[in-house]
């Protein structure tokens, strides 16, 4: 399941080269995110580039996940936090 306004990003600015303006430096890579079976994703929920939402988890409204987490794991907030697993 998915709530509503979520974003699933590939991309991400490229920064790493400070003799040039941010503006010009493009976009690092694209990545792929890999969302696993039975997983509730509420709304408003970001996902950096290249997440793996493994299955059974549940990521809270308004999370922005950074990093992935265990199977059957409930997470979230800025960034997503593990609060619980569900096993």
């Known amino acids: 399941m998915m709530g509503p306004n979520c974003f699933i990003l590939d991309v991400n600015h490229d920064v790493s080269?400070?003799?040039l303006p941010m503006a010009l430096?493009?976009?690092t890579e694209k990545?792929?995110?890999?969302?696993g079976n039975d997983v509730w994703i509420?709304?408003?929920v970001h996902m950096t580039p290249g997440r793996t939402i493994a299955?059974?988890?549940i990521i809270a409204m308004a999370s922005v996940?950074?990093?992935d987490f265990p199977p059957y794991s409930v997470v979230g907030g800025n960034p997503a936090k593990l609060i619980k697993s569900r096993k």
């Open 17 to 19: 080269d400070v003799s």
């Open 25 to 27: 430096q493009g976009s």
């Open 31 to 35: 990545k792929t995110t890999q969302i």
């Open 42 to 44: 509420g709304r408003d």
């Open 55 to 57: 299955d059974g988890s």
């Open 65 to 67: 996940l950074t990093k």
